[in-house]
């Protein structure tokens, strides 16, 4: 491959990136980066530095409301070959591109419990290790040994799990705008597979029924009050009289009233007027000031290397 080929499949100019979205929401890159190895990022990196462009790095965008318009920056999606599972004894090393459904079917068929819960999150390793994702049955936390993380200043390091502060959907990772290639976690390998997967169907099940998964959705907009432990942010919605709500194509889920839905071509700003109505009308009613667990690009991200 000669040079301006390999340049041409990592950098493409003026991306549309609603189907990069869940939501199917989102304007233009700039410059969409596809990295496929750490050098390729590295480059990322210095032709973002040279044109003084932010850079943006996303995985599935499952947890994600991408503005509309031009997102002036370099926005960087791990490619193919960082969506890879090695195992090594009992310890398994995912790439940051790795879908979290793919990481635990690898897991079910060795016999390795604790990633059940993994099967209905859409999401990546990467972005699942800086958020430290999770449900009610286990989070990144109770399986993660290390990371390896780029930061803002272009330094990687393999950090082990006590260095990250995971803490409910939430990390030193986030907060520090560094950004993960690779983490590796337990592989205890004592349970029966099938066994895994039966877990595995009734999660995907129980999923199936509660949630909106039939129409383009970001996952819950709001993260559960007190660490995960306090009242359930869908029944707050409900019981303040949002069920849905529309602005546009955008609708407060009917199924679930944690669940924004996109019905076509709702924009960020329909989702943004939800989002807010939300928060405001359950404070009023409740008292209880909702953090929000959707990440807005870019508001909510430190440019990984300004
Ligand atoms: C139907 C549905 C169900 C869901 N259920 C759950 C659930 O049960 N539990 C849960 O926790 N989440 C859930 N989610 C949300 C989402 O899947 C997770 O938050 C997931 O970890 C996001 O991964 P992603 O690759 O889509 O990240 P994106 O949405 O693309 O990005 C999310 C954030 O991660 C950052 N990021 C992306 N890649 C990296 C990287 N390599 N290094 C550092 N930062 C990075 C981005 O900058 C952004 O801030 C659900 C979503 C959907 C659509």
């Given at each position: 491959?000669?040079?301006?080929?390999?340049?041409?499949?990592?950098?493409?100019?003026?991306?549309?990136?609603?189907?990069?979205?869940?939501?199917?929401?989102?304007?233009?890159?700039?410059?969409?980066?596809?990295?496929?190895?750490?050098?390729?990022?590295?480059?990322?990196?210095?032709?973002?530095?040279?044109?003084?462009?932010?850079?943006?790095?996303?995985?599935?965008?499952?947890?994600?409301?991408?503005?509309?318009?031009?997102?002036?920056?370099?926005?960087?999606?791990?490619?193919?070959?960082?969506?890879?599972?090695?195992?090594?004894?009992?310890?398994?090393?995912?790439?940051?591109?790795?879908?979290?459904?793919?990481?635990?079917?690898?897991?079910?068929?060795?016999g390795a419990s604790g990633y059940e819960w993994?099967?209905?999150?859409?999401?990546?390793?990467?972005?699942?290790?800086?958020?430290?994702?999770?449900?009610?049955?286990?989070?990144?936390?109770?399986?993660?040994?290390?990371?390896t993380v780029m930061a803002r200043n272009g330094?990687?390091?393999?950090?082990?799990?006590?260095?990250?502060?995971?803490?409910?959907?939430?990390?030193?990772?986030?907060?520090?705008?560094?950004?993960?290639?690779?983490?590796?976690?337990?592989?205890?390998?004592?349970?029966?597979?099938?066994?895994?997967?039966?877990?595995?169907?009734?999660?995907?099940?129980?999923?199936?029924?509660?949630?909106?998964?039939?129409?383009?959705?970001?996952?819950?907009?709001?993260?559960?009050?007190?660490?995960?432990?306090?009242?359930?942010?869908?029944?707050?919605?409900?019981?303040?009289?949002?069920?849905?709500?529309?602005?546009?194509?955008?609708?407060?889920?009917?199924?679930?009233?944690?669940?924004?839905?996109?019905?076509?071509?709702?924009?960020?700003?329909?989702?943004?007027?939800?989002?807010?109505?939300?928060?405001?009308?359950?404070?009023?009613?409740?008292?209880?000031?909702?953090?929000?667990?959707?990440?807005?690009?870019?508001?909510?991200?430190?440019?990984?290397?300004?």
């Amino acid at each position: 491959m000669n040079c301006e080929t390999a340049q041409s499949l990592l950098f493409r100019e003026r991306v549309p990136l609603a189907s990069f979205s869940t939501l199917r929401i989102g304007g233009t890159a700039h410059v969409l980066a596809t990295p496929n190895s750490v050098d390729d990022f590295i480059s990322v990196r210095r032709f973002a530095n040279q044109r003084g462009l932010p850079i943006y790095v996303i995985g599935k965008g499952s947890n994600l409301l991408i503005d509309d318009g031009l997102i002036k920056a370099v926005v960087c999606r791990f490619g193919a070959d960082f969506s890879y599972a090695r195992i090594t004894g009992d310890v398994v090393t995912a790439g940051a591109a790795m879908p979290m459904p793919k990481l635990a079917k690898i897991c079910m068929h060795h016999g390795a419990s604790g990633y059940e819960w993994m099967a209905g999150v859409p999401g990546t390793v990467g972005a699942a290790v800086a958020i430290n994702a999770g449900t009610h049955d286990g989070c990144i936390r109770d399986q993660l040994l290390t990371a390896t993380v780029m930061a803002r200043n272009g330094s990687i390091s393999c950090k082990p799990v006590s260095d990250l502060q995971l803490r409910y959907r939430g990390s030193r990772i986030l907060d520090t705008g560094a950004c993960v290639l690779e983490a590796t976690f337990r592989l205890t390998t004592s349970a029966c597979p099938a066994a895994i997967r039966e877990t595995m169907r009734a999660y995907m099940a129980e999923r199936q029924r509660k949630f909106p998964l039939g129409l383009a959705n970001c996952g819950s907009v709001f993260k559960r009050p007190d660490a995960g432990e306090g009242p359930y942010c869908g029944q707050l919605i409900e019981a303040a009289g949002l069920k849905a709500l529309q602005r546009g194509d955008a609708e407060i889920s009917e199924r679930h009233a944690n669940f924004i839905v996109n019905r076509g071509h709702a924009s960020a700003d329909d989702v943004r007027w939800l989002v807010d109505t939300m928060r405001d009308r359950v404070f009023q009613a409740t008292g209880v000031l909702l953090e929000r667990e959707l990440r807005y690009l870019p508001h909510d991200h430190k440019p990984a290397f300004a």
